[in-house]
């Protein structure tokens, strides 16, 4: 079992929609979470952290559930801007990131 | 001030031959590791350092590859001979340890031919 899984997608949305993306993690002694974004044939860019309490940043909605280990990302009003790849990542001690494989995502006009 | 600097960008290597790619970290950073992505894959961890010292290596394959991050100049990933398997993008990132967050460089694609 892979240590963070996520649907490889692609997600296919018009402008406008809302789309969620979901990603499970296997160690429960994972101490840090993120969500990256990462552009074709471009580096990660860190989007945002996620905490159990909750995580907002304008259009984008990050939630934790430590009991269940799953990660979830909330976009809403999708942009065209929006297309990219959407990476799952947790840190243990350490300090090490751990990726999952990502989630295309492709907003259509 | 400058964020990971990688280069080269590009990277042809005909089979048998080495690759060196090279990474500047952010100034101030002591933190460096290194990530492959293989074509339509995620991010695979390789090898954590610290100036001088390697801290974490599981990721590194056991043959033809080794990394260094020396005292003055940039971390270096070296692979020997290398193999079309290897042809991937190599991410460098930095950071000042603990829970700070990371920068990652523009990566080195490298193609074996």
């Known amino acids: 079992r892979k240590e963070v899984e996520q649907d490889p997608g692609p997600f296919n949305v018009p402008e406008g929609a809302t789309v969620a993306f979901n990603c499970t993690y296997s160690n429960s002694a994972s101490q840090s979470f993120f969500w990256y974004r990462q552009d074709c044939r471009k580096e990660p860019k860190l989007l945002m952290s996620v905490y159990s309490s909750g995580n907002e940043d304008g259009r984008f909605t990050a939630q934790l559930n430590r009991a269940s280990q799953y990660i979830s990302l909330l976009i809403r009003d999708s942009k065209l801007s929006d297309s990219a790849t959407y990476l799952c990542v947790v840190s243990n001690a350490g300090n090490m990131l751990t990726f999952g494989g990502g989630t295309r995502l492709m907003v259509k006009p | 001030n400058a964020g990971v600097m990688q280069n080269p960008r590009h990277l042809v290597r005909r089979r048998g031959q080495e690759a060196r790619l090279r990474c500047s970290p952010v100034k101030g950073h002591s933190h460096v590791y290194w990530y492959r992505q293989l074509p339509e894959e995620g991010l695979k961890f390789m090898v954590y350092?610290?100036?001088?010292?390697?801290?974490?290596e599981s990721g590194m394959p056991k043959e033809r590859f080794s990394a260094e991050f020396p005292k003055e100049g940039p971390s270096i990933l070296r692979i020997q001979q290398v193999v079309r398997g290897d042809s991937a993008a190599y991410f460098c990132?930095?950071?000042?340890?603990?829970?700070?967050?990371?920068?990652f460089g523009s990566g080195t694609r490298l193609t074996v031919v």
């Open positions: 350092l610290q100036k001088e010292n390697i801290i974490d």
């Open positions: 990132a930095s950071s000042r340890g603990g829970e700070s967050g990371y920068t």
